[in-house]
């Protein structure tokens, strides 16, 4: 079956930086396009970033752009998101999620928490 396991989220200051991991399994990983998506307290889902499945191209959303990098390795079944310059407002839950068509994910990671604290 297909999982999706987020790995990498903790406590970070603000200008910090941390490296999120979504291992897949159960899927060919290299045939889709991937996501990662973030949900703040309190707040509903934000998208953030994807990367088609050769990896070739990227999108973020304007609140991330500049300062997170989104990346995958085929070979090992991983997607990688890079976030630096990290700020109070990126503290959220971060899932990863694969995507079948626009706008559309089919299947989630439970999440991971990152927390952006003095």
């Known amino acids: 079956q297909v999982q999706l396991v987020e790995s990498g989220g903790g406590l970070v200051q603000p200008g910090g930086s941390l490296r999120l991991s979504c291992a897949a399994s159960?899927?060919?990983?290299?045939?889709?396009?991937m996501s990662w998506v973030r949900q703040a307290p309190g707040k509903g889902l934000e998208w953030v970033s994807d990367?088609?499945?050769?990896?070739?191209?990227?999108y973020y959303a304007d609140s991330v752009k500049g300062r997170f990098t989104i990346s995958r390795d085929n070979a090992k079944n991983t997607l990688y998101l890079e976030m630096n310059s990290l700020k109070h407002e990126d503290t959220a839950v971060y899932y990863c999620?694969?995507?079948?068509?626009?706008?559309?994910?089919?299947?989630w990671g439970q999440g991971t928490q990152v927390t952006v604290s003095s």
């Open positions: 999620a694969r995507v079948i068509a626009v706008v559309t994910r089919d299947y």
């Open positions: 159960g899927f060919t990983f290299s045939s889709y396009a």
């Open positions: 990367i088609i499945s050769g990896g070739g191209l990227t």
